[in-house]
């Protein structure tokens, strides 16, 4: 079986060679996006008061695992038993059962979290929102946890947070933003150039998570030939995202681990 390049964050991507191992198929490690704490000046304050102000908030919308592993990083309680949670009533969102297990492993109770139905074309802020819609009252808050990166891919043009936040605006509520942690390009030593090369022509699968990481791996290798490239992106706008970048065969599957694992298997 041809070998996967798992292009997820560090964290996230030993996770999936470990699962996709698991699962009898050759996997390696390429993180083509670096996460750290949010570091711009008064970032740390504005997330500290974001905590702080977690009963104010009909809901707590997790863009993705990192951002729940970074609002939590500091152990900060919910050293609220269950019973308190129930009395503030602010329920955790997550767009996809990867932010979901984050949240759980960061001590929110699962009871309390939203997400996206398992059967669900696209785990994204539009699956998301068929859930959690008839939540919003007029004059309800919710808070956006996301992550900041630099250059161009922090526009959020188009992006799904920015969706949500206008349906949310639409029924009535105002949304509030923290950045949790930051975004950035990898760095590639030796190592890492030789993998990306063999595997851009070796008949090697890059699973393709996020259209920044795309960028990322175009700005690793400038100029360098993707035709012979096979990638299998997680999202339309990531197989686009591929295409554009020159990968010779773009597939897309679910984001789910036993969509993936089908999808690489039905391709042997």
């Known amino acids: 079986m041809r070998r996967v390049i798992v292009t997820r964050p560090a964290r996230e991507a030993a996770h ?11 996997a390696a490690a390429l993180p083509l996006i670096a996460i750290g704490p ?10 500290q008061q974001a905590r702080s102000r977690w009963p104010q908030y009909r809901a707590v919308m997790f863009v993705s695992g ?18 308190a949670l129930e009395a503030i009533k602010t329920r955790a969102w997550a767009p996809g059962p990867g932010t979901a297990r984050a949240l759980e492993h960061a001590g929110v109770p699962r009871q309390f979290i939203d997400g996206p139905a398992a059967d669900v ?4 802020s539009e699956a998301l929102w068929q859930q959690v819609g008839q939540q919003i009252q007029p004059g309800d808050r919710v808070l956006i946890v996301r992550g ?11 992006s799904g947070r920015d969706w949500l936040a206008r349906q949310i605006e639409a029924a009535g509520g105002a949304v509030d933003f923290v950045v949790a942690y930051e975004r950035g390009a990898p760095r590639f030593g030796p190592a890492e150039v030789a993998l990306a090369q063999q595997a851009a022509s070796d008949g090697s699968t890059w699973l393709l ?3 920044e990481a795309v960028a990322h791996l175009a700005q690793a290798l400038p100029g360098w030939d993707w035709r012979s490239a ?5 999202h339309p706008r990531i197989a686009e995202a591929a295409r554009a970048a020159g990968f010779g065969t773009v597939r897309e599957c679910r984001p789910a681990l036993a969509d ?4 690489i298997e039905s391709a042997v």
Not at 148 to 158: E, F, T
Request: glycine share 10%; charged share 15%; no cysteine.
């Open 16 to 26: 999936w060679v470990q699962e996709l191992q698991a699962h009898g198929i050759q």
């Open 38 to 47: 949010a570091t711009a000046p008064g970032a740390q304050q504005a997330l």
């Open 66 to 83: 990192n951002a729940a592993t970074y609002f939590f990083e500091q152990k900060w309680p919910l050293a609220l038993d269950g019973k």
């Open 121 to 124: 074309a696209q785990f994204d």
């Open 148 to 158: 900041r990166s630099g250059g161009v891919h922090d526009s959020g043009a188009g």
């Open 209 to 211: 998570s996020s259209s």
């Open 230 to 234: 096979r990638a299998l992106a997680t």
């Open 260 to 263: 993936v694992v089908a999808s």
